[in-house]
């Protein structure tokens, strides 16, 4: 796994807070670990990748908000049209979160075919604050409307911490012809049910295929004939996944979806270690 300096992280930060509130079409790939490099290569060619992508990746942790009846859960299986979920996002080193770390309070929703992601920066403990104990914090003006949609949401359909999601993100990013182009690779993609906080010391269980990644290709407008064609070479899978629904799944809060993604044993009782490194990613 990659380890990020206090000045990397920050930087980081700073890097994600520019994609504060976007519009774009999705797909998703599954892709086994031993044809990474020869996507990589491919990505490498014609897209920019993100300083941290180089190194190995970068950590992201997500908390997800849903009600004891799973309301955001069941939106997203039954496929409504309109759909949201609320999470915070932090990004580095889980061991380097502290109260004054700075993170992300999101919504992210889907309009028809389009997703949306709106969010908001602000202290660990300021948006633990707005999400767990329902009190609107401290705002600009053009934050307060998204922040008090946030509590409006965590009020009105009772939220509560119910899903952790991580994993290593490699980022790709296109220009000129190909700008809004964004393209991730995602490694040992794991999650948990329960110690909710986004820097406790626990292990996580893999929720998705082993020895696979989770490959994204989000844009704009539309996606280049190049990507399609690189994804059909490699063989890669399109999926209907959700990091979400399948960790709700995984730890049997829901029965298994048409969407779900079987492994070997289905993790029944496999967790890894947060230091074990993927076996076959190629992560450099």
């Not at 794991?190 to 893999?206: P, Y």
């Amino acid at each position: 796994m990659s380890r990020l300096s206090g000045g990397d992280a920050a930087h980081l930060r700073r890097t994600a807070s520019a994609l504060h509130s976007f519009n774009r079409f999705e797909i998703k790939y599954l892709l086994p670990y031993d044809q990474v490099p020869r996507l990589r290569e491919e990505l490498a060619a014609r897209m920019e990748a993100d300083p941290f992508t180089v190194r190995g990746g970068y950590p992201v942790t997500s908390l997800y908000y849903d009600s004891t009846s799973l309301r955001y859960y069941w939106e997203k299986i039954e496929g409504l049209r309109f759909r949201r979920k609320v999470r915070i996002r932090a990004y580095g080193e889980r061991h380097e979160l502290r109260d004054d770390t700075p993170v992300y309070i999101e919504i992210k929703q889907r309009v028809n075919r389009v997703t949306q992601k709106r969010r908001v920066k602000a202290p660990y403990l300021q948006a633990r604050r707005l999400c767990d104990e329902r009190v609107l914090i401290d705002h600009t003006p053009e934050q307060r409307p998204f922040l008090e949609e946030v509590l409006g949401l965590v009020e009105g359909h009772r939220l509560r911490p119910t899903a952790i999601t991580a994993y290593n993100r490699e980022a790709y990013l296109g220009s000129d012809a190909d700008l809004g182009l964004r393209v991730t690779i995602d490694h040992r993609v794991r999650g948990r049910d329960r110690d909710f906080h986004l820097g406790a010391e626990v292990e996580n269980r893999l929720i998705i295929p082993p020895h696979k990644a989770v490959v994204e290709v989000k844009a704009n407008e539309r996606v280049p004939y190049w990507v399609t064609d690189t994804a059909a070479r490699l063989g890669m899978a399109i999926v209907r996944v959700s990091k979400y629904c399948q960790s709700i799944e995984a730890f049997g809060r829901a029965p298994r979806s048409v969407f779900h993604l079987p492994t070997e044993d289905d993790f029944a009782v496999h967790a890894e270690p947060e230091s074990a490194a993927p076996a076959a990613s190629g992560v450099r």
